[in-house]
């Protein structure tokens, strides 16, 4: 039984001050993700269902230590316990929580219960380099089917104590994916930048922030939020031009994101996915495995004003299914290692996307107990300097977008006229009517 190990590359990059990966600051990033209901959450019982999740994912319950020779590793502890903090607070008490710095000294894992009027959200604490977000996502639905288990005089035995660490992304990726065949993708895309011109840049969004400001009120987020009509007509509205909504999605993104540049003709944007690596594994990684094993390709368009987000989702397919072809999103993490100083790579590797796009995808919906009601689900990772980014999620038949960005950097009122312009773009190109709601 695994009890230990070292942290790969990719990992210690979450567990590095100031370290990168590709352009996003990862060192000591926290991933946030939770539920708001109405009604009253029993926080014995959720105590009881923290302590399971904990046992039942090792890496929740690791600590990081270093050996004698400085490396670092994970250590198991089994005599942690998530922490619980009850407290007093909504909307505005959750985004003061996204911008706390943390330490992880209580552990990488904890959770928060805030109560305000009759809304009640949870939301789970944890090292963005031990989740990911589809790992997350798995974890928040374990959650509320043990809670409702528990509530109801049935719960489910508690799981035996995990101790084997699953293998780190890019450790794994290094047995699919042989050196040759990064060293080769790194040549082809050094000589691609060798021979494009200035033209070839793409644009990025201007900086109209106002500085740090309050650190507690730096990362800031709007919202869309899709009742089951207008997700059904998304829905239908890919199939219908035989895309994915993923694709869709992203040609409507860089519809509404070249509205926000005053620029005549053409601009070449940069949409960076998210990109999980799970499926690169035979039979595939569960997503319900919490660890971190998400990487990144990106889609370069040049898009014009009044641009046709169909058109554009086709080219995004396009290029997203020849990028998961080549599997570039293994070769990028496993490039980002071999690089050394290579300076042409080392600067394609961290440019900046002009936007950024999680998409989750469809999650089922909650199995939750009578007496509460759901109304959403948040995720939230962000990094200083990141540029805006889109994060999508479709619980049951409600899909959500989420515009996450840097105060600092990007003013509120720019990805407020950002949330507008996207929001406009998916009515234009739905198959049947419905307003869309913020």
Same mark, same amino acid.
């Given at each position: 039984m695994t009890a230990q190990r070292p942290l790969s590359p990719f990992e210690a990059a979450y567990f590095t001050d100031g370290a990168k990966f590709g352009s996003v600051v990862t060192g000591g990033m926290p991933l946030y993700i939770g539920t708001t209901v109405t009604g009253r959450v029993d926080e014995r019982i959720l105590q009881l269902v923290l302590d399971e999740l904990a046992a039942a994912h090792p890496l929740l319950r690791s600590r990081v230590v270093h050996d004698a020779e400085e490396a670092k590793l994970f250590v198991v502890d089994d005599g942690f316990r998530p +922490?619980?903090?009850?407290?007093?607070?909504?909307? +505005?008490?959750?985004?003061? $929580?996204?911008?706390?710095?943390?330490?992880? =000294?209580?552990? $990488?894992?904890?959770?928060? *219960? %805030?109560?305000?009027? !009759?809304?009640?959200?949870?939301?789970?604490?944890?090292?963005?380099?031990?989740?990911?977000?589809? =790992?997350?996502?798995?974890? $928040?639905?374990? *959650?509320?089917?043990?809670?409702?288990?528990? *509530?109801?005089? =049935?719960?489910?035995?508690?799981?035996?104590?995990?101790? !084997? %660490?699953?293998?780190?992304?890019?450790?794994?990726?290094?047995?699919?994916? !042989? +050196?040759?065949?990064?060293?080769?993708?790194?040549?082809?895309?050094?000589?691609?930048?060798?021979?494009?011109?200035? !033209?070839?840049?793409?644009?990025?969004?201007?900086?109209?922030?106002?500085?740090?400001?309050?650190?507690?009120? +730096?990362f800031a987020m709007v919202r869309i939020e899709l009742d089951p009509d207008d997700t059904r007509a998304l829905v239908n509205s890919a199939r219908a031009h035989c895309i994915s909504v993923n694709s869709l999605f992203s040609g409507a993104a860089m519809v509404a994101l070249r509205a926000l540049f005053d620029a005549d003709g053409p601009l070449l944007l940069n949409l960076g996915h998210a990109a999980d690596l799970r499926s690169q594994l035979v039979p595939p990684l569960p997503a319900a495995t919490v660890v971190n094993w998400a990487s990144g390709i990106g889609t370069v368009l040049p898009v014009d004003d009044g641009a046709n987000p169909c058109e554009l989702g086709r080219s995004v397919e396009a290029g997203v299914q020849a990028s998961l072809g080549r599997r570039e999103h293994a070769l990028v993490m496993l490039a980002a290692q071999t690089i050394g100083d290579d300076p042409v790579m080392a600067a394609l590797l961290s440019a900046r996307p002009t936007l950024t796009l999680s998409n989750i995808?469809? %999650?089922?919906?909650?199995s939750l107990p009578a007496g509460l009601t759901f109304v959403r689900d948040d995720i939230f990772?962000?990094?200083p300097t990141l540029p805006p980014k889109l994060t999508v999620f479709t619980v049951g038949d409600r899909m959500t977008v989420q515009v996450e960005f840097d105060t600092a950097l990007y003013s509120r009122a720019r990805q407020a006229r950002l949330r507008t312009a996207l929001a406009q773009v998916l009515q234009s190109i739905s198959v049947e009517s419905g307003a869309l709601r913020g």
């Open positions: +922490r619980l903090e009850v407290g007093a607070g909504g909307e +505005r008490e959750y985004f003061r $929580l996204v911008n706390e710095e943390r330490t992880w =000294s209580d552990g $990488l894992f904890s959770a928060r *219960l %805030l109560r305000e009027g !009759d809304r009640e959200q949870i939301v789970l604490v944890i090292h963005h380099g031990i989740a990911d977000g589809r =790992s997350a996502f798995a974890l $928040l639905d374990q *959650l509320w089917r043990r809670y409702c288990a528990h *509530l109801t005089g =049935s719960p489910s035995p508690r799981p035996a104590t995990e101790r !084997d %660490l699953p293998a780190a992304a890019d450790v794994r990726m290094a047995d699919v994916v !042989d +050196r040759a065949a990064v060293a080769e993708w790194s040549e082809d895309i050094a000589a691609q930048v060798a021979m494009a011109g200035p !033209d070839a840049v793409p644009a990025a969004l201007p900086h109209d922030g106002v500085g740090a400001g309050d650190p507690l009120d +730096r995808g469809r %999650l089922p919906a909650h990772a962000m990094a």
